[in-house]
Each structure stands twice: as C-alpha cells, then as structure tokens.
C-alpha cells in the first residue's frame, strides 16, 4: 500500500500533501481502526487474507482514490473553514454566541496595560485597530490584526484585503515561497482542527454499522477533542507568524506595486495614504473622485481615468460596499 500511496501522491505538491493528504489520512484511518475494532481484528484481518492480491491491489486503489478526491474537496474548502474559525458565524456579529465571545475579548483589551511592553504587544498582535472590528475568536482577532496594520489610518491606509493579491503577484519569489509556507502552516492547522471536530459524528456512523462500543467510541472522541485543541492553538500561533510576514510585505513592497501599476511615488505618507484610497476607488468602482492624485510615470499617460466620465456613466448606479 506504501507504493501505490506514493506514486499516487508523488505528482501531487508537497504543501498539498502535507496540508490536506496527512490530516484526511489521519481522519479516515481512525475511523477505520475504530471499524476494525467493532467487527473484530481476526475477522478483519480474515477478510483481508482470503482476498487475492488483484482485489485486494484494488481496495487500496479505491481506498487512495478516495482519499485524494477528500482531500482536493477538503483543500476547497480551508477558506470556508477558516472564516468559521475566525468567528464569521451564521446570523453574524449580532448572535447571541458571537456577542458574549467579542464580549470576552474586550473585557480582554480593556484590562490591558499598554504601557508595559508586553501589554502593548498583546495589542498589537492580538487585536484590530478598532474595538468595533474585534472578532469572536482569538484567530478571528489574531489575523484581523494583521489586516489592519496595512489599512490603519495612522499608517498607510491600503486595504490589506483588496490590495494583497496584487502585492502578492509582484512580490520576489523566495519572499513569495516564504509566505505560501507561513500560510500553509495556518491552513494545516485549520484543517487538523476541522476534521477532529468532524470525527465524533463521524465515528458514531461507525459505532451504528460496525457495532463498536461506546467506550471505544468515548476514548476516540476524548483523542479528537484533544487534537481539535492542539490545532486550534497551533493555527493562533501559524496566524501571528502569517501575520508578521503579511505585515512585512506591505511595508517592504508596497511602493514597489505602485511603480508596477505605473503610478508615481508620493514624496510624503499622508499624500500616499490618500492615493492608495484613491487607486482602490478606481479600480474597484471603476472611477475616482480626486484624479490629480493618481499620477503615472511617464509613458502611462494614457492610463490616466477620466473621473468625470466615469462619474457620469456611473450616475444613478448605487456603488457596491465594500465587505471582508
């Protein structure tokens, strides 16, 4: 089974099978072991030997197919699983759960000494700039925090979340390799979570059809709380070492993006504050404002918006929010 998950797996990226493939195996081998230990392990072990090698090379096809095709919808889905981590919860921020979780989290800030240097760090890593935009969980506030440090006011005003898949695409390819790896300790953490969450409901569909005990059953489902516990806490630590070197990005290669897009480089922070406002307003409502703030470099003259039309053309057309 060894080769045949191997040379299965061998066209298949690295992250991909270190991310997804390791946690589904483990996801789905529990719950065979627990399956094997209903029916029995001589009865299991039985089946197995009164097989012949093609049908049994054929359940381990099956098997590892079956398994890639989790793991590529499990991979489809860290995004979803991520925002419920974060506390994006259905009826939102004013439930009755999310509003006694951001509760907590104040109580939180509040009691923090931001005199003190650890105090002050606690803030800064732990927390958005705003006390309106404090998430229900400690991921939630963890990764709002680095999405803030970019779009803070007192800063560059350059909105993390429309502007980082721009960044990302001009960014040096060792500084880019070195972000996919931060983030793909977040997103295998996140999955390891959502799948030790999964696995008591799971394994109960075992305990009906393989008639397992609930003792068997109880043990599992301690071990998977324990695992969902450990991944939890090691996303919150992949999100604080994610969000250093998003904030890194953003402080490194922010001016560089503006020259690729052809713009000029503001001479103070204040005027590039204003124009990354201004560049967002172009490209995401399709016109500006204040167009004498988007200046290209020579030779990109003709990209230069014509505000005036694109206010008029966009006249009576209620422009779309803007929504994380």
């Not at 997804?20 to 089946?47: K, Q, R």
């Not at 990302?168 to 969450?197: F, K, N």
Request: a positive charge; glycine letters at 10%.
């Amino acid at each position: 089974m060894g080769s045949i998950f191997s040379q299965a797996t061998g066209f298949l990226d690295k992250r991909f099978v270190l991310n997804v493939v390791l946690p589904a195996l483990g996801f789905w081998g529990g719950l065979a072991l627990l399956a094997a230990g209903g029916v029995g392990w001589a009865s299991a072990a039985h089946w197995w030997s009164a097989r012949t090698g093609f049908e049994q090379a054929l359940v381990v096809g099956a098997a590892v197919a079956a398994l890639l095709v989790f793991s590529f919808v499990a991979s489809g889905l860290v995004t979803s699983l991520t925002r419920l981590w974060e506390g994006y919860w259905p009826g939102g921020m004013t439930s009755t759960m999310a509003k006694w979780r951001i509760g907590r989290h104040l109580n939180r800030w509040n009691a923090l000494n931001l005199a003190d240097d650890i105090g002050y760090m606690s803030r800064f890593y732990g927390f958005p700039v705003r006390k309106a935009d404090v998430l229900p969980t400690r991921l939630g506030n963890v990764l709002r925090a680095a999405e803030d440090y970019p779009g803070d006011d007192e800063r560059y005003g350059m909105d993390a979340v429309f502007y980082w898949p721009r960044l990302y695409m001009i960014l040096p390819a060792d500084v880019r390799s070195l972000a996919q790896d931060y983030r793909s300790g977040l997103d295998r953490m996140i999955l390891l979570a959502s799948l030790a969450v999964a696995f008591p409901p799971a394994a109960l569909i075992v305990l009906a059809l393989a008639n397992i005990s609930w003792l068997a059953w109880g043990v599992a489902t301690v071990v998977s709380i324990l695992v969902g516990f450990v991944g939890y806490h090691g996303a919150v630590s992949a999100a604080f070492a994610f969000g250093d070197v998003l904030r890194s990005c953003f402080d490194n290669y922010r001016r560089t993006l503006m020259t690729q897009l052809g713009l000029t480089p503001p001479a103070s922070l204040e005027d590039e504050r204003k124009l990354w406002g201004a560049l967002k307003q172009q490209l995401y409502q399709r016109g500006t404002d204040d167009q004498t703030l988007l200046v290209f470099s020579s030779g990109t003259g003709d990209h230069q918006p014509d505000a005036a039309g694109r206010r008029g053309r966009r006249a009576g057309r209620r422009r779309p929010g803007h929504s994380r």
